[in-house]
């Protein structure tokens, strides 16, 4: 009745990756999340009251396929010469399945640090694409050969700041970058709003510098699923063609609008995760953790006593979520996202007694 087994019908870059596998979301009230580097804090109000709106006013028809109003407001805010330097997505993931779908065939290579976000690896696999990994040192600095060319690159990723470690490298090295490089490189600024710089500004001198921006975290809106692109319009007009038509809708084309327009908003967020995240750094120090400084909303910190994966599992017992993350041949640590000074003081009071 269900014709003959074991064919399997899926191209065969499919049976030979490793599915992404992201944090935990448990649906439930109950949990202290501080997993999935998540914004504490409810988004401006200007934003639910702008999908309040949209939703009056019509879902029957589709919604703009350019998400114009959108890129109208985010040029203008960010500063940038027209809309038609942006393009927007339903979160920067999709901007980054985009990016792996428009400049890297089967068979071609792509570039990622290491340790660094994972989902690289993963769009690169179903892509049926090779992808290289090459490790930060110690320090979180980028190695020299990451600038180097090679055969059939197409395209290499640099998370800024970085994920697990909230480092940065200062925009003048990601021009150099970009310069050495013989393919188009995509600067993931998920975190940028937390950093003291970003690399918006280069898109202008280089063509083959895309960025990355996602509402999910600086905004508050990780629900929503809301990113976008920047880079020069030639380039932004390529990537046009490899997009659904409708892929942000009605009401989240109005929220990301009226998201991107509180900047006030934004500031004063960004001010409180801060002074969260310097409190946060101190006590982890005091607790005997090697803390990275950091720059985005949460920190990376390892402990030489303690065993990672246990204190990940006596916070989660007691209703506390952070990330465990073990990274092959590299070692492994835990990254809490800052969350309110409350869910803080109750995640610190807990390592107190388990480290
Ligand atoms: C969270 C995150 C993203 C994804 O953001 P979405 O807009 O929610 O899809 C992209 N890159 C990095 C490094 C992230 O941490």
Redesign the pocket.
């Known amino acids: 009745m269900f014709g003959q087994p074991h064919h399997y019908p899926f191209r065969r870059a499919l049976a030979e990756m490793e599915p992404y596998v992201p944090g935990e979301q448990p649906q439930g009230g109950k949990f202290v999340k501080l997993n999935t580097?998540e914004n504490p804090y409810p988004a401006a109000q200007a934003v639910v009251e702008a999908i309040c709106s949209a939703a009056t006013t019509g879902l029957e028809r589709y919604p703009d396929p350019y998400a114009n109003a959108f890129r109208n407001r985010a040029a203008e805010v960010l500063g940038l010469p027209g809309p038609d330097w942006i393009m927007a997505g339903n979160?920067?993931?999709?901007i980054?399945t985009i990016l792996v779908r428009a400049l890297v065939g089967e068979g071609q290579r792509l570039r990622m640090p290491y340790p660094s976000?994972i989902?690289y690896a993963t769009l690169a696999d179903i892509q049926g694409a090779l992808w290289e990994r090459l490790e930060f040192d110690k320090n979180w600095r980028l190695p020299a050969a990451f600038a180097d060319g090679c055969d059939d690159l197409r395209l290499v990723f640099l998370?800024n700041p970085n994920?697990p470690s909230g480092t940065v490298e200062p925009p003048e090295k990601v021009l150099q970058l970009a310069e050495q490089l013989p393919c188009p490189l995509v600067i993931?600024e998920?975190?940028a709003d937390f950093a003291e710089a970003n690399c918006l500004s280069l898109v202008q001198q280089n063509e083959n510098i895309f960025v990355?921006r996602?509402?999910?975290?600086s905004y508050a809106l990780?629900g929503l699923?809301?990113?976008f692109v920047v880079a020069q319009p030639h380039r932004i007009a390529e990537l046009m063609k490899i997009k659904d038509s409708y892929n942000c809708d009605t009401l989240s084309i109005a929220a990301a609008t009226a998201a991107v327009g509180s900047t006030q908003w934004l500031q004063e967020n960004v001010a409180r995760i801060r002074a969260t995240r310097t409190r946060m750094e101190a006590r982890l120090k005091q607790l005997g953790f090697r803390v990275t400084p950091s720059q985005a909303n949460f920190v990376w910190c390892e402990h030489h006593e303690s065993s990672h994966k246990q204190i990940y599992q006596t916070l989660k017992r007691q209703q506390i979520l952070v990330r465990y993350m073990n990274f092959p041949a590299w070692g492994d640590g835990l990254r809490i996202s800052v969350g309110t000074d409350q869910q803080v003081d109750a995640c610190m009071l807990l390592l107190e007694q388990c480290v």
């Open positions: 580097n979160g920067s993931d999709e980054l976000y989902l998370p994920s993931d998920a975190y990355t996602s509402l999910s975290k990780a699923r809301f990113g």
